[in-house]
């Protein structure tokens, strides 16, 4: 049996613990063979919004400092009643998942990235607290039609 040939790689870090709430948070560097490709990219961490009412911060993944268009791979945290004396500080393992079409050869920098959602910006966002934070890309075909 000869194994199939898959250009992957993964980064991880453990305990990354950063609480920005805006801008990325790690990077990963990558190294595509062709321009007419995909990346699949999983992205794995705990993902908290602190502290605060009606809130909503996302996290979203970057090629080259560029969300994946049209449709971007994200996801969000978002608190209804989450303050004072029903404040909320939740830590979950959550992943992000999905697949771009990247139009170039050579190296491509993929990034966690956190910020305001478009409905209801702002909170205290935390990321990777007392845990491991992954993102894998995986070079693919481009999908059936």
Not at 12 to 37: H, L, Q, R, Y
Not at 77 to 95: C, E, F, K, S, T
Not at 100 to 128: E, F, H, M
Request: charged share 25%; with cysteine; hydrophobic share 30%.
């Amino acid at each position: 049996n000869e194994l199939l040939k898959k250009n992957w790689k993964e980064c991880a870090w453990k305990n990354v613990n950063d609480g920005k709430d805006n801008g990325v948070i790690k990077s990963c560097t990558f190294k595509k063979e062709s321009p007419s490709t995909y990346l699949k990219v999983v992205v794995s961490s705990d993902m908290r919004l602190f502290n605060c009412n009606n809130c909503c911060k996302r996290w979203f993944v970057t090629f080259d400092g560029h969300e994946c268009a049209p449709v971007p791979i994200d996801g969000i945290v978002n608190i209804d009643i989450g303050a004072g004396n029903n404040r909320q500080n939740l830590h979950r393992p959550r992943v992000i998942r999905g697949h771009c079409k990247i139009s170039k050869k050579q190296q491509v920098n993929v990034a966690l990235n956190v910020g305001d959602c478009t409905i209801r910006p702002g909170g205290d966002a935390y990321t990777g607290w007392q845990s491991s934070t992954r993102i894998y890309i995986e070079e693919v075909d481009r999908p059936q039609s």
